[in-house]
């Protein structure tokens, strides 16, 4: 016997415009299904780019809320605008000439310093990452926790976009990592055995064999690749 399953609709504000989708979808496919195509704000569709950032409030609540528009599902009353940019200043700098100094991150972000630990910038990022306390870490020079505490950042900017004080927190933590990851991390020995093979051409013929194959058989070999257990 066959069921006749029917998809129940949910009413669902699209930039202020009212749409009918289907329940079940997330927020990146209810709107893609009311007819917007991403041409911006959609990276991987899984939760790993950061490129699409969404502000959204519930039916009946007056709180405004943030998520990623492809891990976030769409529900009945729900008023969204989806950010395709967060137009936040970043600072600019060399990490060549950078130094591990505790007052590195401060110096080219002086505005950490205007903090009012409001709490504001971990309560609007989708990955619960306590990014009031990265930015107190660079505040205090403590660069290898704020990159620890920072390492799962997306680069969003839903955080900047909610601060009161302006503080571009997604930078400052992109800062940490890379300054941690250059002067405090200790070099990492296969990897620089791994690029002298490269330079050396250990490769070249490889990849001269792979870039003359064609679409079907690159994925042909890609599919039967061994795989690490
Ligand atoms: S599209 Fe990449 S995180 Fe949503």
Redo the contacts with the bound molecule.
């Keep these: 016997m066959t069921e006749d399953i029917k998809t129940r609709m949910i009413k669902v504000y699209i930039m202020g415009r009212e749409y009918e989708v289907p329940e079940g979808l997330t927020i990146m496919k209810a709107m893609e299904y009311a007819g917007y195509r991403f041409i911006r704000g959609?990276?991987?569709?899984?939760?790993?780019?950061?490129?699409?950032g969404t502000i959204f409030r519930k039916k009946d609540e007056y709180k405004f809320r943030t998520a990623?528009?492809?891990?976030t599902p769409a529900e009945d009353g729900m008023y969204l605008t989806e950010l395709p940019f967060v137009p936040a200043n970043k600072a600019e700098y060399e990490l060549e000439e950078l130094t591990s100094e505790p007052s590195i991150i401060v110096s080219l972000y002086p505005e950490i310093a205007r903090c009012v630990s409001c709490n504001t910038c971990t309560k609007a990022c989708p990955q619960d990452l306590q990014v009031m306390d990265y930015i107190q870490a660079s505040l205090r020079g403590d660069i290898n926790q704020a990159a620890e505490l920072s390492f799962d950042c997306?680069q969003c900017g839903l955080c900047a976009a909610r601060c009161p004080a302006d503080i571009v927190h997604y930078h400052v933590g992109q800062l940490a990592r890379r300054v941690y990851g250059k002067y405090v991390l200790p070099r990492s020995q296969h990897l620089k055995e791994r690029n002298d093979e490269i330079k050396a051409g250990a490769f070249d013929q490889e990849m001269e064999k792979l870039t003359a194959m064609g679409l079907e058989q690159l994925k042909k070999l890609y599919t039967e690749r061994d795989i690490e257990k």
């Design positions: 959609a990276g991987c569709r899984a939760g790993f780019c950061g490129a699409c990623l528009a492809c891990q997306l």
